[in-house]
């Protein structure tokens, strides 16, 4: 599922809403989601899961078309860990 898709589902399931008002209201959740996550927050969603971020330390990579040495900075990546609910409501 994609944005798009979790509009138009939302917008069915919701029949007061404009399909504007969910695109909207989705991409206001989801930049104050990137907000806090560039922020080094972490977000807690009750029965769905966290988000949080993680580092990848500092190494040398190589160039894959020439085979050089290349030193690679510390990176951030976004994790997510699904909640016990979520885990039983898949497996159920």
């Known amino acids: 599922m994609n944005r798009s898709d979790l509009i138009k589902k939302i917008n069915i399931k919701s029949s007061n809403l404009t399909k504007q008002d969910v695109k909207e209201g989705v991409n206001k959740i989801l930049e104050c989601l990137s907000e806090s996550l560039a922020g080094g927050k972490r977000v807690e969603i009750r029965n769905f899961g966290t988000f949080s971020i993680r580092s990848r330390k500092a190494r040398v990579g190589r160039n894959p ?14 994790y997510f860990r699904a909640s016990k609910g979520l885990k039983a409501n898949l497996n159920s």
Do not use: E, I
Request: proline share 7%; net charge positive; no cysteine.
């Open 65 to 78: 078309k020439t085979g050089k040495a290349v030193n690679v900075r510390r990176k951030f990546h976004p």
